[in-house]
């Protein structure tokens, strides 16, 4: 058949996707056994509206082409007529035309009949309103009079067409709703809708139309048809993927290829069930079932917030300090004390100045790395000063803190560089927060909630932070929408604890295992250097001074005093022994301290007390009262 004068071009078969290119010669669709059992009872299915839910790579488009050709290649009398596709991008147009010409070739033959071969020519699409435009179209034209045209984006004008209307992955298109609303005037005319698609999120309108398809709200000309990876699996894929590629089938090898196929998921499981399973995931893309979230999350913890007015910055520093300072001791201190001293303590910060919240999120992992968050600050248009007031707070009580992740995304690297600063680079994670962390972190902390292994307080709006993650090109990230929050209306959200707790857990898997500074130096050689010595060594906090040290320390200083006064001013060190002990406290708080330490030795570094007493001087009973 010759090219009709409208064909801008006739499509190389070099130019075809490689699906289509792989089908070997001699392969005729029309043989027994050669489509599988459920592309078969897709094809048996005769309503005015047919619609199909299905996993990926089940082989209902190949199939559905195969229909097309036929519908086409028929006279009317037998129920011929043009069939159109609408796919979600313009290579699945071409893949689908090309099928439809590879099976066209066969049917031909069959028939004796003329076919043309892909022709590229201008579609002229219209809107409701008139308007018209030229879209790129490929067709198959058939001495019947019908033909197949494969539409390379999306028609305006779909109302407009006659026959049978195929769209594929519907759920994909960029106004599902609007494409499915228009198809349905097709039936006027006596055309045929054929929807199929994968789920794109239980929000989708694809797959409200299959609930409402179940329901009856359609009558009995429609019907649904559900076809997944393990259906095509059970009839015959595996076989059939060897057989295009020219290879043996075992069971051994469909094992490994079926292992291969879920495993590619990682830990995207809900990705994975939708795509595979047919099963929508639990919103629009959210990657976390709310389910998941309420099974994480504990009564009895809090979410401590402080929001704030504008003017607040108005305020005198002093004043902001002090402000700060009583919201602390009324509220955050006593959620910092019953913290486990044995856990391991991370945290994690969001940073926000403005519009969205800041948040802090401080996080426990135990011997059986499960992660706990005993509670969440949430700050509101709190000035960065006092952002760092209230952190700085929290973490030098965090016991047994090993690190955190701050956000230095835009304005918050200021605050970021300034905590690592106070308390060590090695130990303060500086994060940029962009597309590739998040594919690299984000589906770590997705599956903290999957497998269980993550518990948070229990609170409606971090609930709502948690399904803002949402799978983006298959990378689960933050939506950057914004919703009200959930107590205050006035105020939005932005998915904000989400972003605290992946960077805590980032802080877990992190800064614990980066590196480790080991201080050592050759053992002694002699016992006699330490024989008649008590030593010990501490660690402390600048702020404060443990209560059990200090009186350690005052007994010392006092010793300290008696051994070095001369002997008339024995008197005068008893009574300014307070006054002495006192100063002695506040260079601890300031750095260095030795006691008693001899000359020449090393002088300790900040934060650490060296002590030494002779046994006759500070006695085995006195020790133990310390």
């Given at each position: ?232 699996v059970a009839n015959g894929l595996y076989e059939r993927v060897c057989f295009m590629a020219g290879k043996v089938a075992t069971p051994e090898g469909k094992e490994a290829w079926y292992k291969q196929i879920r495993n590619a998921y990682g830990p995207r499981k809900a990705q994975m069930r939708e795509e595979l399973d047919a099963i929508p995931r639990d919103g629009n893309g959210v990657c976390i079932p709310g389910v998941w979230i309420d ?195 006035d105020l939005y959200r932005h998915g904000d604890f989400a972003g605290a707790g992946a960077l805590a857990n980032f802080a877990t898997l992190e800064v614990a295992s980066g590196p480790v500074n080991v201080k050592s130096r050759r053992p002694r050689q002699g016992q006699h250097i330490t024989q008649g010595y008590l030593r010990g060594r501490y660690h402390l906090p600048l702020d404060p001074v443990p209560t059990m040290l200090r009186d ?75």
């Open positions: 058949m010759k090219p009709s004068s409208s064909t801008l071009r006739v499509i190389e078969w070099d130019e075809l996707p490689p699906s289509v290119r792989q089908i070997p010669e001699g392969y005729n669709p029309l043989l027994e056994g050669i489509l599988m059992a459920h592309q078969s009872d897709w094809l048996a299915i005769d309503t005015h509206i047919k619609l199909c839910e299905k996993g990926r790579r089940t082989g209902i488009t190949f199939a559905e082409a195969l229909d097309s050709v036929i519908t086409a290649a028929s006279q009317k009398i037998a129920g011929g007529m043009d069939c159109f596709y609408i796919g979600d991008t313009k290579e699945k147009g071409l893949e689908f035309i090309g099928y439809c010409a590879k099976f066209s070739r066969v049917i031909a033959e069959a028939q004796a009949s003329g076919v043309s071969q892909i022709e590229e020519f201008l579609f002229q699409d219209q809107d409701d309103a008139g308007n018209t435009r030229q879209i790129n179209a490929y067709r198959i034209r058939y001495a019947s009079g019908f033909k197949i045209v494969a539409l390379s984006s999306n028609p305006a004008g779909v109302r407009g067409l006659q026959g049978k209307v195929i769209i594929d992955e519907a759920a994909f298109h960029r106004d599902v709703s609007a494409v499915l609303d228009a198809a349905t005037a097709l039936l006027i005319w006596g055309g045929r809708i054929v929807i199929i698609s994968t789920h794109n999120g239980k929000a989708n309108a694809f797959n409200q139309m299959v609930s409402d398809i179940r329901d009856q709200r359609y009558g009995s000309s429609a019907q649904v048809f559900r076809a997944t990876f393990d259906d095509a099974e994480a999350m504990r009564p009895g913890r809090t979410v401590l917030r402080l929001a704030l007015d504008e003017d607040f910055t108005q305020q005198p520093v002093y004043r902001r300090e002090a402000y700060v300072n009583d919201w602390i001791e009324r509220y955050l201190a006593q959620w910092l004390q019953p913290l486990n001293p044995q856990l391991r303590h991370f945290l994690g910060m969001d940073y926000a100045r403005h519009r969205d919240f800041s948040i802090i999120c401080p996080m426990s992992v135990d011997q059986a790395r499960h992660r706990d968050v005993p509670f969440v600050v949430e700050m509101h248009k709190v000035p960065t000063r006092q952002q760092q007031q209230i952190l700085f707070y929290i973490l030098r009580r965090l016991p047994r803190f090993v690190g955190a992740a701050l956000d230095a995304t835009g304005s918050g690297e200021t605050l970021a560089e300034d905590t690592a600063d106070e308390f060590g680079h090695n130990r303060i994670q500086q994060v940029k927060i962009t597309r590739t962390w998040y594919g690299a972190w984000m589906p770590k902390f997705v599956q903290l909630f999957e497998d269980g292994t993550v518990t948070l307080p229990k609170d409606d709006a971090l609930h709502q932070d948690i399904r803002a993650i949402e799978t983006v090109d298959g990378i689960p990230m933050i939506v950057k929408a914004r919703k009200q929050d959930l107590k205050d209306p350690a320390v005052v007994y010392l200083a006092r010793h300290w005093l008696y051994q070095r006064r001369p002997e008339g001013a024995l008197p005068d060190a008893v009574k300014d022994s307070r006054k002495d002990t006192l100063k002695l406290l506040e260079n601890i708080r300031d750095g260095v301290v030795t006691l008693g330490l001899p000359t020449g030795h090393a002088a300790p570094e900040p934060g650490e007390i060296r002590v030494r007493s002779r046994p006759q001087q500070f006695s085995a009973d006195t020790w133990e009262r310390y």
